[in-house]
T-cell receptor, first 115, second 116 residues
Framework: EAQVTQNPRYLITVTGKKLTVTCSQN?????MSWYRQDPGLGLRQIYY???????DKGDVPEGYKVSRKEKRNFPLILESPSPNQTSLYFC??????????????FGPGTRLTVL | AQSVTQLDSHVSVSEGTPVLLRCNYS??????LFWYVQHPNKGLQLLLK??????LVKGINGFEAEFKKSETSFHLTKPSAHMSDAAEYFC??????????????FGRGTSLIVHP
C-alpha cells in the first residue's frame, strides 16, 4: 500500500530532551516536507526537501533540523525541544515539486507535547 | 508574496443542503490551488486541484471548485451535504517563492459541521 508513515504517533517529552520523529514514504517520491498544525493557524511548513541531500527552510524552521540521506526517509529532529513546539506534526511527500502542481500525500500525524 | 484567506472558520449546514466553503488568495504569478480535507484524527487528503487547465474543477465525493482569477477566489462547493463530509477543509496555494522553489501556503482551515 502506498503510504507515508510517521513514528511515533504520540510523544510526551520534557524540555531539552532531544527527540527525532521519523517519516518514511514508499512511493519513490522526490519531494518531502514537514508541517506543524496549530489551532487556528492551519499548517505551516517547517522544512522541505526537493531530493536526496537537498533541504531548505520553510516558514517556521527555528528549533528544528532535518536530513535527507535516503530518498524514502526524512526525519525531523528537535535538538532541544521547548513547550512552544507542542503541536501536531505532519510529514508529506510528492512525486516532484518543480512546478508545485502535484498532490502531496500526508502521513497520519505525530502529536507532540513538550512539558 | 502569496497568501490564502479562508473566509469562514466554521460553516454549519443541514444534511442534504448545499455546501459553500470560501477561499481567496493572493499571488504574484499563476498559482496552483488545492483543497484538502482532514477528517478527525487523520492526515490530509486531496479533494481537488487547479493547475491552469479548466477553471471548474471536479474532485472526489461530489465536491467541485471554480477558479475565478478576476475575484482571486477558489471556493469549494457541493450540492448536497452528507454527514460524512463533516471535517476540516484547507485551501492551499502553491506559487514560486523568492528563492525560485514553489512554496505551498495553507489557509487556516474551515470546519464543516453537518447537522442531521
Amino acid at each position: 500500500e502506498a503510504q507515508v508513515t510517521q513514528n511515533p504517533r504520540y510523544l510526551i517529552t520534557v524540555t531539552g530532551k532531544k527527540l527525532t520523529v521519523t517519516c518514511s514514504q514508499n512511493m519513490n517520491h522526490e519531494y518531502m516536507s514537514w508541517y506543524r498544525q496549530d489551532p487556528g493557524l492551519g499548517l505551516r511548513q517547517i522544512y522541505y526537501s526537493m531530493n536526496v541531500e537537498v533541504t531548505d527552510k520553510g516558514d517556521v524552521p527555528e528549533g528544528y533540523k532535518v536530513s535527507r540521506k535516503e530518498k524514502r526517509n526524512f526525519p525531523l529532529i528537535l535538538e532541544s525541544p521547548s513547550p512552544n513546539q507542542t503541536s501536531l506534526y505532519f510529514c508529506a511527500s510528492s512525486l516532484v515539486w518543480s512546478n508545485g502542481e502535484n498532490e502531496q500525500f500526508f502521513g497520519p500525524g505525530t502529536r507532540l507535547t513538550v512539558l | 508574496a502569496q497568501s490564502v484567506t479562508q473566509l469562514d472558520s466554521h460553516v454549519s449546514v443541514s444534511e442534504g443542503t448545499p455546501v459553500l466553503l470560501r477561499c481567496n488568495y493572493s499571488s504574484s504569478y499563476s498559482p496552483s490551488l488545492f483543497w484538502y480535507v482532514q477528517h478527525p484524527n487523520k492526515g490530509l487528503q486531496l479533494l481537488l486541484k487547479y493547475t491552469s487547465a479548466a477553471t471548474l474543477v471536479k474532485g472526489i465525493n461530489g465536491f467541485e471548485a471554480e477558479f475565478k482569477k478576476s475575484e482571486t477566489s477558489f471556493h469549494l462547493t457541493k450540492p448536497s451535504a452528507h454527514m460524512s463530509d463533516a471535517a476540516e477543509y484547507f485551501c492551499v496555494v502553491s506559487d514560486r517563492g523568492s528563492g525560485g522553489s514553489y512554496i505551498p501556503t495553507f489557509g487556516r482551515g474551515t470546519s464543516l459541521i453537518v447537522h442531521p
